[in-house]
């Protein structure tokens, strides 16, 4: 008896099918990254720090995930640096969270296109949601009240940030707790993410990875991913074209 050829399911037959999507939220759900590289320049300006952070140099640096992480390997970088105390660069990160909470504020990051879309239809099709990211709590509230209001939190399983966990990603932490929480196989999952760190961690899990490109990510290597798209409103269904019948 000849085996049964084994087609893989189509990775948007994929993404439909899991009991849970867990995303990312920086570049993922929103094009955050530049608030957040804004809102350090604010914090060392304010702490009367002359560094300043252009976007090629930030691109390097977001090597290292997490922000008071960010802050430590860059002055680790500066010869003449005074030294900066650990209570310092709490500070410094205190000031950063404020400020890009008032960046936010302003209305001027909308959610990524198609982002809201596949949270109402994978809702509708009773899949269960999740975030898993480096940011705080704080952030992600910021981010998602001002995008889907006060009531976001209702509609997602369970939210692990970056200091809930001991090792940020691309360490598997966050997406182990989720997966402990949620008591689902990585293998019924999928996570959408946008940066090779973000892949990393997921693989790490087990859970297989769809990858939103986003600004600063773009030219990262996503040869392990399930699929890569520009961004998610490649997903949407094929609108119905059928014209209506005249009466
Ligand atoms: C996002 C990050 C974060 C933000 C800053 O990574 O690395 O550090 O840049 O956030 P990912 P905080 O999208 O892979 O989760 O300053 O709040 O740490
Ligand atoms: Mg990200």
């Not at 008896?1 to 939220?25: H, K, N, S, Y």
Request: proline residues 5%; negative net charge; charged residues 25%.
């Amino acid at each position: 008896m000849q085996a049964e050829a084994i087609v893989p399911l189509d990775a948007a037959e994929r993404i439909r099918a899991a009991a849970a999507l867990i995303f990312d939220v920086d570049g993922t759900l929103a094009e955050t990254e530049e608030l957040h590289r804004r809102a350090f320049n604010h914090a060392f300006a304010r702490h009367g720090l002359d560094w300043q952070w252009d976007r090629i140099l930030y691109r390097d640096l977001l090597r290292v995930t997490g922000g008071k992480e960010r802050i430590r390997a860059f002055h680790a970088g500066q010869s003449t640096a005074p030294a900066l105390s650990d209570v310092e660069i709490a500070e410094l990160h205190r000031i950063k969270t404020a400020h890009y909470a008032e960046l936010i504020e302003t209305g001027c990051c909308p959610l990524r296109p198609g982002v809201a879309e596949l949270l109402a239809s994978a809702k509708a099709r009773g899949q269960r949601l999740a975030l898993a990211t480096t940011t705080s709590h704080g952030n992600i509230d910021a981010l998602l009240s001002r995008a889907l209001g006060p009531a976001w939190p209702a509609d997602f399983a369970t939210i692990v940030a970056g200091d809930d966990v001991r090792h940020k990603k691309p360490a598997p932490d966050v997406y182990l707790e989720v997966l402990a929480r949620l008591r689902l196989a990585p293998s019924d999952c999928v996570a959408i993410e946008d940066s090779a760190n973000g892949l990393v961690a997921a693989s790490r899990a087990d859970i297989p990875v769809l990858i939103t490109r986003s600004l600063y990510f773009r030219d990262d290597d996503f040869s392990t991913a399930l699929m890569v798209l520009d961004d998610l409103s490649e997903l949407a269904e094929p609108k119905d074209t059928k014209q209506p019948h005249a009466q």
